[in-house]
């Protein structure tokens, strides 16, 4: 399909397109019983799944992953089946379509992966264990078939040890002793797929709540209770939202968010049952530039997207995490308003350009090793864009009608692209063929550059705009565009179509503008770059009315640097009204640098209140080095106890990049400032090895031991990578590439990327067998090749120049000679 564009960057020349296997039976109801051994880091299990037959079939394949198989029964019948460590092939004698089969498996294992026992890096007994079978890693506790196709109700008994608290999907609806053990009995009566079962087991305080009929629960670690009304408060008035926005309601009985110890993410969707990061939980001090709510929004409304309708397999992932990112950001508009709405859709922007910067792809992408590396940019931020630029063009009426539709058709099962883009066509009566070809299986985004002229005899304002982006991508993406031209008492709007590469349009205005803002209130994914002069841009940056607008031209200034630059941004730290606005104003300073930059960012310091802008302030400070006034201003923040956690995380960091003499022993001092999630531990760690380098080693390696938290760890490993890398430290980054906890793995890559040394290579190597971690792996040890290469083309140029230069002295040598001998 020539018309499809498939970016690059992404799909390395080995990678296949994927697709799931098309078994020849629906499941039913998969019924399980686990026991959990803290003590052993195992368990063991029965699991009964009910299958229907669907099409003539002789072979039964299910997941179980390096179990220990123990018995396989079929319809209560020893059954002939064999195992290889991954799938359970059973045969099936006499079933016809229609009919139903019971397999039961009776397994033990020790997962490395899909239950995780805490703390994770250690072979102690576990104080408490959680699931994460999102992508395919549920099959490490629970056999059963694992792909998002197949969806089934569930029964979960767990058995652990009295005292402890134990949940999973769905009702409790029986609980019994077993000498030293409970069982603990779930049920849910609506169809999920099996990466969406799970269950917790740990000491946890309970605090109830209810919304409508649905019980809610907010669970935490024993001791955290304080910290629950902080983070789940709006728990109810989320629901009530996404309820009502998509005309359907909560679809579980019951809704329990169970923050955990060292989740490997944010959170995790379960169905009726979110796990999240204890990191959430948070103190007063860290809610001045720390909420909640987007990891609570995002989560709920994935109960909808994600677990009430299933993506259909891996590509089209999309359809969970695109919906679940854009109702976080409907929630903080309904909650926070317009401008903060903007602001969260700027962020995703950033977030997914700079992504787009190093890879595209179609948002609907085939071509992957494991699933896991579909979940980036593209899925996220990019999918929510373009789901919002999808509800602007059908009109967001329309868009909650097809969502409803959705979600009533696809009630229970799963769905895929088209199911939710015949929804949107049936809802708003449009053709949505081509909008669907170019953002969504093409890769890419357009990128737009404008410029206005004004006819002050013909009192024309003539704008003219060029579509950039590369031929890999869709050229043009055929889109409308609005146009808003801001003049002495008066506002124009105009519309802007892409019917080929550049749009023109002619608006007759009662005088010269002030301003003309492109897509001043964020309707379409699009990257806008005004071509324009600096005084231009900022008589945009003052007089467009939005904040999205605003963005827009503060971006473009920053590139334009300069005086005029200097003093628009500075003007606009320290009156715009919204704090997004401010802090990206300090962005912008940092980065057009000089003199007027630096004392509008120390002078900001003095008045400014938000810690969300000082953060900001503060690490933009970092790029303004050897000066006096600058160090002064950071080193007062760091060690001011009423200032942000993460403000006093980025000064530590700043002082080091600044070249503060006695950075190093500021940071070391940091060292033990109490903060959330050890946030300026954390920073004073990469301060210290930027400060000290090779002088920090000791410090640096003390912290990497698991006398410290995951978090310190991790820090620490990262860290390493600012020191010379002499067999010690590889063999040290080596050493912790072994760890557990995918946060530890991760920073030794993250050291890699900094220290791109090749004899890292068998490292990432060996990194690249964690779904988690390959693909970071897989792109350092790329770059660490190129790198090596052109370090290779310089020494051959070197070499080069050093051959031709001392040809040259003996040429030189030769003429003096020759010179010499002239009479
Ligand atoms: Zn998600």
């Not at 993406?477 to 080929?500: M, N, P």
Request: charged share 30%.
């Amino acid at each position: 399909m020539h018309w499809l564009k498939g970016g690059k960057g992404f799909a390395y020349p080995d990678y296949k397109p994927r697709w799931q296997p098309d078994p020849p039976f629906t499941v039913e109801h998969v019924s399980a019983t686990v026991t959990v051994d803290l003590e052993h880091r195992s368990i063991s299990g029965t699991s009964a799944i009910t299958l229907q037959v669907a099409r003539p079939a002789d072979t039964i394949v299910l997941h179980a992953a390096d179990m220990e198989i123990q018995s396989v029964k079929l319809d209560g019948k020893s059954a002939e089946y064999s195992y290889d460590g991954s799938t359970i092939k059973i045969r099936l004698p006499e079933h016809r379509p229609g009919s139903t089969a019971r397999i039961e498996v009776e397994y033990r294992a020790t997962p490395t992966r899909g239950v995780w026992f805490v703390p994770i890096d250690s072979d102690a007994p576990a104080r408490a264990a959680w699931t994460q079978g999102e992508a395919e890693d549920n099959r490490y506790w629970l056999p059963g078939y694992d792909y998002p196709d197949r969806k089934a109700t569930l029964e979960l008994a767990i058995r652990a040890p009295t005292g402890l608290f134990v949940d999973a999907n769905g009702l409790l609806v029986d609980k019994r002793e077993l000498g030293g053990l409970t069982e603990w009995r779930f049920r849910l009566d609506e169809r999920i797929p099996l990466y969406l079962a799970a269950f917790v087991v740990g000491d946890f305080e309970v605090y109830e709540d209810e919304w409508r009929g649905v019980k809610l629960r907010y669970i935490v670690p024993r001791g955290r209770g304080g910290l629950v009304e902080r983070s789940f408060s709006k728990t109810p008035r989320i629901m009530e939202f996404f309820s009502n926005y998509l005309s359907t309601p909560f679809p579980y009985p019951k809704y329990d968010q169970v923050a955990v110890e060292e989740f490997i993410f944010g959170g995790m969707e379960n169905a009726s049952i979110t796990i999240l990061t204890d990191l959430t939980l948070h103190d007063e001090t860290a809610h001045r530039e720390y909420r909640s709510e987007p990891l609570v929004a995002h989560e709920m409304a994935h109960q909808w997207f994600g677990d009430l309708v299933t993506c259909k397999d891996w590509s089209h992932i999309w359809l969970n995490e695109g919906f679940a990112t854009l109702l976080e950001a409907l929630w903080a508009r309904e909650d926070l308003g317009e401008e903060e709405f903007q602001h969260n859709l700027y962020r995703k922007l950033q977030t997914y350009l700079s992504e787009a910067s190093r890879y595209t792809r179609p948002i609907v992408e085939r071509r992957y090793r494991h699933p896991q590396e579909l979940f980036d940019a593209h899925s996220y931020p990019k999918a929510a864009l373009v789901l919002w630029t999808i509800a602007n063009t059908v009109g967001e009426e329309n868009f909650r009608k097809a969502l409803r539709l959705y979600l009533a058709e696809k009630r229970g099962q799963s769905a895929d692209t088209e199911d939710l883009k015949r929804s949107l066509e049936e809802a708003s009566h449009m053709d949505l063929d081509r909008l669907f070809d170019e953002y969504v299986y093409s890769a890419g985004h357009p990128v737009i550059e404008y410029s206005y002229k004004w006819d002050d005899k013909s009192k024309t304002l003539t704008v003219t705009a060029r579509q950039t982006q590369g031929d890999d991508q869709p050229k043009p993406f055929h889109i409308e565009v609005e146009l808003l031209a801001v003049g002495e008492g008066y506002t124009e709007t105009a519309k802007l179509r892409f019917d080929a590469e550049t749009a023109v349009a002619a608006l007759h205005l009662p005088s010269k503008p002030l301003a003309a803002c492109l897509d001043p209130h964020f309707r379409v994914l699009a990257q806008l770059k005004p071509k324009l002069p600096p005084g231009e841009l900022a008589s945009a940056l003052k007089h467009c009315p939005t904040l999205y607008a605003k963005e827009v031209a503060l971006t473009a200034l920053a590139e334009s640097k300069g005086a005029t630059a200097a003093k628009a941004a500075a003007e606009l730290l320290s009156t715009a009204g919204h704090w997004g606005l401010r802090a990206d104003a300090a962005r912008a300073l940092a980065r057009i640098h000089g003199p007027t930059a630096k004392k509008a960012l120390l002078d900001a310091l003095k008045s400014e209140k938000d810690a969300r802008v000082r953060t900001a302030i503060a690490e933009a400070l970092g790029s303004f080095p050897d000066d006096e006034a600058v160090w002064n201003a950071l080193t007062e923040i760091l060690h001011n106890p009423q200032e942000g956690y993460f403000t006093r995380a980025a000064a530590v960091v700043s002082l080091a990049r600044t070249k503060y003499p006695r950075a190093a022993e500021e940071a070391r001092k940091a060292l033990s400032y109490p903060s959330h999630a050890d946030a300026i531990a954390r920073s004073a760690l990469k301060a210290l090895a930027i400060a000290a380098g090779d002088e920090a080693r000791s410090t640096l390696e003390e912290y990497t031991s698991p006398a410290h938290s995951y978090l310190l760890r991790a820090a620490a490993t990262a860290a390493l990578g600012y020191l010379k890398p002499d067999q010690k430290l590889l063999d040290r980054l080596a050493q912790l590439a072994r760890s557990r906890h995918p946060r530890v793995k991760g920073a030794v890559i993250s050291a890699a990327s900094t220290l791109l040394d090749e004899r890292l290579l068998p490292v990432l190597q060996e990194l690249q067998r964690d779904p988690e971690t390959y693909r970071a792996a897989r792109d350092t040890a790329e770059r660490i090749r190129k790198h090596a290469e052109k370090g290779e083309e310089y020494r051959k140029l070197r070499e080069e120049i050093e051959k031709l230069r001392a040809e040259s002295r003996e040429l030189y040598e030769k003429v003096e000679i020759m010179e010499k001998r002239l009479p």
